[in-house]
Structures are given as C-alpha cells and as structure tokens.
T-cell receptor
Framework: DAKTTQPNSMESNEEEPVHLPCNHS???????IHWYRQLPSQGPEYVIH???SNVNNRMASLAIAEDRKSSTLILHRATLRDAAVYYC?????????????FGQGTTLQVKP | EAGVTQFPSHSVIEKGQTVTLRCDPI?????LYWYRRVMGKEIKFLLH????????ESGMPNNRFLAERTGGTYSTLKVQPAELEDSGVYFC????????????FGPGTRLTVT
C-alpha cells in the first residue's frame, strides 16, 4: 500500500493559517489524495480530497504538487476547534475497495 | 440528513463473553465500512460491505469476528468470544460511491474487555 509521511505534530496560533504537509512519493496516477481529521472523542471526519488540481471547500484548501508526490492541507484561519489529528490518506487504484489506510497523522495544536 | 449512528457508545464485557455492535449508515449509502483502533495503534480497516455483500474482509483479525449486513441496511459486528486484545474503539463509516468520495464516520463504539 502506498505510504504517506506526515510530521507527528504541529502548532499554530488561533486565527493564523496552517499548512499541514504530506509526502506521498510512491503515489500512482489514479490515486486520490484524501484528508480526514479526528477531533477528540469523535470519529474521523472528511476534510477534502483531490486528484491532480488544487481543491477548495468550506473547510480547507488542498494544494497538490505538480508531480503529485506531496500535498499540503491549508486551514486558512485556525480556530481552537481545529485542534485534531489530521490524516493524509491515499485512495489507491482501481483494485482498491475504497478502504482507507490511516497512518499516525499530524496532531495539530492551536494556541489561543 | 441523519449521520452514521453506532450503538452502543460504550460496552464493557468480560473476557469470553459475546458483544454485538451495530451501525446504521446514512440512508442510501451502499458502501459500509468497519474500522477499529486498539490502544496506542492506528485506525485499521476491518471490512467493507457493498449493500449486503462482503466486498473486502481482509482486515478481520480472526474468526471470532463476524459481520453481517442483512438487507443492505444496518450492519452488526459480533465478537465471540471476546478477548482482552479486542478492546478499542470500533468505527463504522458509509459512503455513496467507492473511490474518490468521502466516507462518513460514526462516533464509534468503545469496547472494553476485562
């Protein structure tokens, strides 16, 4: 299974932008890049996903490198409620059933 | 629209007993997934249903675990007999399509085996 690499933890100040990096150097052409987050005592929550182009939604933006070997999740203005573990996950090729393979993720701390 | 619901939220049982976890996916979602996180470990995939059929059960740890999805609606995950190492949080997720679409997770069931 294709592997992603994320920093174990990051800190941010409230109301400042946050850039969460993810490396996925073994990504194949048909792999989607997904981001989920898990708030304390909750189930994982979908954040955003993309294939090749940058993506924006109400929660975040996803910037995908031209070679697709890395991506960055951007939270434009961090709030205390954004403190969570963020997972970068590859949704592999057509043989995949859609299962998500979670790594350790990045624990984001947001300071007031 | 109601989200994915799971019952119970917390279960405490003794080793050797049986427990059944239930998941109600979002209405209309054909794909249903079970995952679990045991203490200190990453969230791991258990199995995937498409409607009532098991599409992928490669993550099921052993034959003490039995998942069903009769009628393609809700799903149950039975652990019989439970062992100490089964303790953890069991998550259910559902999605409308397979690839490239988000999965919606339930709040999880915390299982404690003593």
């Amino acid at each position: 299974d294709a592997k992603t690499t994320q920093p174990n933890s990051m800190e941010s100040n409230e109301e400042e932008p946050v850039h969460l990096p993810c490396n996925h150097s073994t990504i194949s052409g048909t792999d989607y890049i997904h981001w989920y987050r898990q708030l304390p005592s909750q189930g994982p929550e979908y954040v955003i996903h993309g294939l090749t182009s940058n993506v924006n939604n109400r929660m975040a933006s996803l910037a995908i490198a031209e070679d697709r070997k890395s991506s960055t999740l951007i939270l434009h203005r961090a709030t205390l409620r954004d403190a969570a573990v963020y997972y970068c996950i590859l949704d592999k090729g057509s043989s995949n059933t859609g299962k998500l393979i979670f790594g350790q993720g990045t624990t984001l701390q947001v300071k007031p | 629209e109601a989200g994915v619901t799971q019952f119970p939220s917390h279960s405490v049982i003794e080793k050797g007993q049986t427990v059944t976890l239930r998941c109600d996916p979002i209405s209309g979602h054909d794909n249903l997934y079970w995952y679990r996180r045991v203490m200190g470990k990453e969230i791991k995939f258990l199995l995937h249903f498409v409607k009532e059929s098991k599409q992928d059960e490669s993550g099921m740890p052993n034959n003490r675990f039995l998942a069903e999805r009769t009628g393609g609606t809700y799903s149950t995950l039975k652990v019989q007999p439970a062992e100490l190492e089964d303790s953890g949080v069991y998550f259910c997720a559902s999605s409308q399509e397979l690839r490239g679409r988000e999965q919606y997770f339930g709040p999880g069931t915390r299982l404690t085996v003593t």
